[in-house]
């Protein structure tokens, strides 16, 4: 059974010390009233209590609070520990008390957190905004430091031994504004607080805007290194730009300049005097085979100059053929496929292609709808229904090699029939 603490007289000593003896009721912005250290219950208009009695009402408001704690937190704590929650408690109040982080922590078994904890209840409201209060955030120290003594003795931690950083985590502990300095009267008929100008802390320098933080300046000096750096300066007119030094000069004959050579008559024109000259048939769309070479055959779409040769005879035009002299022109058409004049030139490629194809989807085929394996078969027929889809493919790439080599020879055979022309 979890053991139940009674308040001590830390608990009691704390509260009177932050909350005040008011000797004379006053009235509360709510209407209530108040009297003693703290005590509402049981305040009225007019009422009067000595500071003995004032305790004794004190700890009559502190058995609820004792209960709430005693009932709501299931960590086994100590003296001090319950005596801090307690006074804790009597100052948030017990529903705020219920719903905050301390008591999550305080169940979790996180009892260094949950005293950390405390210290973040240390605003108030005060005429329309909320604040941190001077006083309230020396009562969650105070309240802190009876929770973390022990009650057997303080823990040594010696300095030379276990030096102290900075813990960054712990920066929503420490408050962002200045705490405000408030002074709560106990004589007079109204409750009110208000600010002690006696103990304000001095206000944070405020940078004046024409004397820029260092930061500030930092930036600034960066930015114009940069921009001084990567300026875009406009360049100089033209007639800015000072003339280069003079040079010497030396008269010269201007080089010889060669006549160009009158433009030869296309080579090989056949076409007899006494006849009037016939348009050429239209060429077919077909790429041309440039004769830039004897050993370099080329297809480019526009013909290569070639070198000026005498003109042919009228004897030897006329012994020549209309259609060979269509041909040995300055460019020589060629039909696209070399192979089209010779049918049958595909043959063996083409059954061999034929055979490659079928025998490839016929394994592809077999090898879909083939059923299982049999446990005790000697030899399964997916390794040879593979091998052969294998021999298909090596059957097709056979017929590929063998087209190709076709057109290379037909290519070159016709090139050498070319040339023996125009010779």
């Given amino acids: 059974m979890k053991p139940r603490h009674q ?6 000593e704390l509260i009177k010390r932050f909350e005040g003896y008011r000797r004379k009721s006053a009235q509360l912005a709510d209407g209530r009233w108040t009297i003693g250290y703290g005590h509402t219950l049981t305040a009225r208009e007019g009422a009067e209590v000595s500071e003995q009695d004032a305790e004794a009402l004190l700890i009559y408001d502190l058995i609820a609070v004792s ?3 005693n009932e709501w937190v299931f960590t086994p704590l100590n003296q001090n520990q319950f005596d801090a929650l307690v006074a804790f408690a009597f100052n948030i109040g017990l529903e705020s008390f219920r719903r905050s982080s301390v008591l999550r922590r305080l169940n979790e078994g996180a009892l260094i957190q949950a005293a950390c904890a405390m210290e973040l209840w240390r605003k108030a409201q005060f005429e329309g905004e909320v604040i941190v209060v001077d006083a309230l955030v020396r009562r969650r120290s105070a309240e802190k430091t009876l929770f973390l003594t022990p009650v057997d003795g303080w823990v040594p931690v010696p300095s030379p031994v276990l030096r102290p950083n900075v813990d960054l985590d712990a920066a929503g502990v420490v408050p962002r504004q200045a705490p405000t300095a408030l002074n709560a009267p106990m004589e007079g008929a109204t409750a009110r607080v208000e600010r002690d100008p006696s103990r304000q802390e001095a206000p944070a320098k405020v940078v004046e805007d024409d004397a820029p933080s260092p930061a500030a300046a930092a930036a600034a000096a960066v930015s114009s290194r940069l921009s001084t750096i990567f300026s875009e300066e406009p360049q100089p007119a033209p007639a800015d730009i000072p003339p280069p030094p003079p040079r010497l000069i030396i008269d010269e004959a201007p080089p010889a300049v060669e006549a ?8 090989f024109e056949l076409t007899p005097p006494d006849e009037p000259e016939a348009e050429p048939p239209p060429a077919p769309e077909a790429p041309k085979l440039e004769l830039t070479a004897a050993n370099e055959p080329g297809l480019l779409d526009t013909p290569a100059p070639q070198a000026a040769e005498p003109a042919a005879p009228p004897e030897a035009a006329a012994e020549l053929e209309p259609d060979a002299a269509l041909e040995l022109t300055e460019t020589v058409e060629t039909p696209s496929n070399p192979q089209a004049a010779r049918p049958g030139g595909f043959g063996p490629a083409a059954g061999l292609a034929a055979a490659g ?7 592809l085929f077999w090898a879909i709808n083939m059923p299982p394996p049999q446990p005790n078969a000697g ?3 997916g390794t040879i229904v593979w091998l052969a889809g294998i021999a298909g493919v090596g ?15 037909a290519e070159v055979e016709h090139v050498q029939v070319t040339l023996e022309r125009d010779q």
């Fill in 67 to 69: 209960h709430s704690v």
């Fill in 357 to 363: 194809v079928g025998l490839f989807g016929g394994c």
């Fill in 379 to 381: 030899v399964n027929p």
């Fill in 260 to 267: 160009p050579e009158p433009a030869a008559a296309p080579a």
């Fill in 395 to 409: 059957l097709i790439g056979v017929a590929v090699y063998m087209i190709l080599d076709r057109l290379g020879r």
């Fill in 7 to 12: 308040v001590s007289r830390s608990a009691i």
